[in-house]
């Protein structure tokens, strides 16, 4: 009996993973820090339309996030309007993915492009750049990807002009001690 239970087990395990992998996608525009790479439908911007681009404040001064706030990055290694960064590297950068124009408010929109990834999803560009999320950002106005070394190169926000921003952000200023000592 057990084993018959155990065998079960491994089935229904394998189902589920099988339609896991059937109803995935490699066109999410938003994060996931999930391995599998695929994001909620209700948290993409492209599922509803043109991706919407514009600028947020940050540690890192003003950067460019989608319509719902989420940061977006550019990856060093990538030289031109084409995206390096695909299989397990799209997993942790998702691409930010468009089904329609995108737009923007509040930056250069004649910077706003796109162009064709290896999967034949259309992935937006500014400046030139592909631009990417970062799995690790679970929420609007997280930054955890800035200045990341992965997959051949450095991955960093982007400014309104469209260059990375490659500085750190400053250090606060502790304050001033008023008890002389240890602060006991």
Known sequence: MKRVTTVLVGAAAVAALA?????STTTSSTPSPSPSGTAPASASPAA?????????SSPEGQILVDGSGRTLYLFQADTGPSSTCDGACA???????TTGAPS???LNTALIGTSVRADHATQVTYKGH????FADDAKPGQTNGQGVDAFGGRWYVVGPSGAAITAAPAAPTPSPST??????
Do not use: N, R
């Open 19 to 23: 339609a896991g992998c059937a109803s």
């Open 48 to 56: 509803h339309g043109g991706a919407v681009l514009k600028t947020a």
């Open 91 to 97: 997993v942790a950068w998702p691409p930010d993915t």
């Open 104 to 106: 923007g408010t509040g």
């Open 130 to 133: 592909p631009l990417y999320y």
């Open 179 to 184: 008890g002389g000592g240890y602060g006991y």
